[in-house]
């Protein structure tokens, strides 16, 4: 009536609640996936494993770009959210990047094949799960985003302490990794892959603070 | 009817026109202007429900406004909705939120006080009461509808577009209902004069349904503000919306049900009638300022959040604004007067 698209307005928004909570399990689930690649890739043994898990991780991605063109088009075809729309967009970009990523981590240990030495695995493993609990920390931040602004700085304050938590154990294992006896191109390699996979959480944080501001934008 | 009755009422029409235009961006502009109601469905729905406002509960501010000076010839009529209209523009362009209500009443004064007519001091005391009452009702009632809601959006969280679609929808019911409120309450300023001199005459369907003069009047001062709604309103709903109030759709939201409620308070015979049957103090049924209604409720957020949002310096500028209007309107009302009288030899008075 008069325009308003009443069914077709309702219909949408609930088809959009369906597709950012997908894609939000979605950036959860490769978190998960990652957090078993490191040590599958780890124990050598498991070559054909790791990469089946990398083609998971490589369509997960892909759905989760399909998802973020569709929100994106709906929000401005629908001018839903009219207030917060350029918000939600940009907070579904940066997650994508932190999909897009886990990914890249996942492509340069498949294709550059790192050597890390056995008494680096438990660090490294530690590290990894470290920041996969800080994007799942920051899963819960972009979901009370959508839902319950209250909580947003409780969740975004673990994004947080698992940050500060990651940035130590990555000095201590880039320290670890240049106290070695192995070769100083080969340290430089690892370092490399200790610091792409603890700037995930580096993003994690930039983003928790960017919905921190949005939910103050939001607040009625 | 004659050509000069037809010119004569233009005058109320123009200032219809100016009320549609200005007055319709109290109620629909923030939902305009951040683009959460297209502005053709506002548009619609405020022309519909500000013609059902003024048809059917328009009469009991429109008895007030005769009470206060009861102008019995056309062209005192003309001189006093054209003196009226031209306050406002003079004072819209100055950038303050002004309205039609209080430019009719300080224009009625002008022609009494050119004419040697007596001021009702009584009607004209409740009036400026009301006046003082309806910003400070609004902004109390804003300041309660916000607190509520907050509690209760806290506790039912809602998704973000789920807020958003049950936002839109209360826009536009409380728009509807704002324009309905508005029409029943301010079509006194535009057609009030005219009703103790109406050129029209009671038409009778079936013998069933009668169409008073007087409801003939309000359906041409409707569709006067539905036209000022749809040819002029959209740059005044964006300014609203964009420019003078920084507010959420549910703040807005707020500040709209808060406007026409007490809107709908100062013209609705039903409430007052049901609160003098309870031995109640009977609300006065005065044409009420929608600007006033609005910028009550939006301090009344405002002082809710702290105060610090509420930019009083501009407050004052619009209290000032208040304050100068109807003695703007006054004035030009008396000098239209007496050029129609002493250069057109037309009689403004009876």
């Known amino acids: 009536m008069f325009g308003l698209k009443s069914t077709s307005l309702f219909g949408e928004t609930k088809k959009l609640e369906r597709e950012i909570d997908e894609f939000v399990d979605i950036l959860s689930e490769v978190g998960l996936v990652f957090k078993s690649i490191i040590p599958t890739y780890l124990s050598s043994s498991a070559n054909g494993k790791f990469d089946e898990m990398v083609e998971q991780v490589k369509l997960m991605e892909s759905k989760a770009d399909k998802i973020t063109k569709e929100v994106e088009h709906t929000l401005y075809e629908e001018t839903l959210i009219p207030d917060a729309r350029s918000d939600v967009l940009r907070v579904l970009e940066h997650l994508d990047e932190v999909i897009g990523m886990y990914q890249g981590n996942c492509y340069h240990f498949s294709i550059q094949k790192p050597n890390f030495p056995k008494e680096f695995h438990d660090d490294l493993i530690d590290l990894t799960e470290t920041v996969v609990n800080c994007v799942e920390a920051l899963c819960l931040t972009v979901r009370s985003f959508f839902r319950d602004i209250k909580s947003v700085r409780d969740n975004a304050h673990k994004v947080t302490f698992y940050e500060k938590e990651s940035d130590i154990k990555f000095s201590s294992l880039a320290r670890k990794i240049f106290d070695s006896n192995l070769s100083l191109d080969q340290k430089m390699h690892l370092r490399y892959f200790v610091e792409k996979i603890d700037r995930i959480c580096d993003q994690a944080e930039d983003i928790s603070d960017e919905i921190q501001i949005y939910a103050i934008k939001r607040s009625v | ?350």
């Open chain 2, 1 to 350: 009817m004659e050509l000069t009755i037809i010119i004569f009422l233009l005058g109320g029409l123009f200032l219809g026109w100016s009320l549609g235009a200005n007055d319709a961006a109290n109620v629909f502009g923030t939902a305009v202007g951040t683009r959460m109601i297209q502005f053709k469905t506002a548009a619609i729905v405020c022309s519909i429900f500000v013609i059902l406002g003024a048809i059917i509960s328009g009469s009991g501010t429109t008895e007030t406004l005769g009470k206060l000076g009861s102008i019995n010839a056309l062209p005192g009529a003309f001189a006093a909705c054209i003196a009226a209209g031209l306050s406002v523009y003079i004072m819209t362009k100055s950038g303050l939120p002004v309205s039609t209500t209080q430019a009719i009443v300080g224009a009625i004064i002008g022609w009494n006080l050119y004419t040697g007519s007596s001021t009702n001091i009584q009607v004209l005391i409740t009036i400026l009461g009301t006046w003082v009452l309806c910003p400070i009702i609004a902004g109390l009632l804003s300041m309660l509808f916000f607190v509520i809601t907050k509690n209760f959006l806290q506790k039912a969280k809602l998704h973000i577009l789920r807020l958003d679609a049950y936002t839109r929808a209360a826009l536009l019911l409380a728009g509807a209902f704002g324009a309905y409120s508005l029409g029943a309450n301010n079509i006194a300023n535009v057609m009030g004069v005219f009703v103790p001199i109406s050129p029209f005459t009671d038409i009778n369907i079936l013998n069933d349904f009668n169409f008073s003069s007087k409801e003939q009047l309000f359906l041409l001062g409707g569709i006067a503000i539905a036209v000022g709604v749809f040819t002029y309103s959209k740059k005044v709903m964006f300014t609203v919306g964009n420019d003078l109030l920084k507010m959420s759709p549910v703040a807005a939201f707020i500040v709209v049900l808060a406007h026409s409620i007490v809107l709908f308070l100062f013209a609705s015979q039903g409430i007052s009638n049901f609160l003098q049957s309870i031995n109640l103090p009977s609300i006065p049924l005065v044409p009420v300022s929608s600007s006033q209604a609005v910028v009550g409720g939006v301090i009344g957020i405002g002082l809710l959040k702290g105060g610090k949002e509420v930019q009083w310096t501009i407050a004052r500028k619009i209290s000032m604004g208040w304050v100068l209007l109807p003695i703007l309107a006054a004035l030009i009302s008396f000098i239209i007067l007496f050029v129609l009288q002493n250069i057109f030899n037309l009689t403004v008075n009876y």
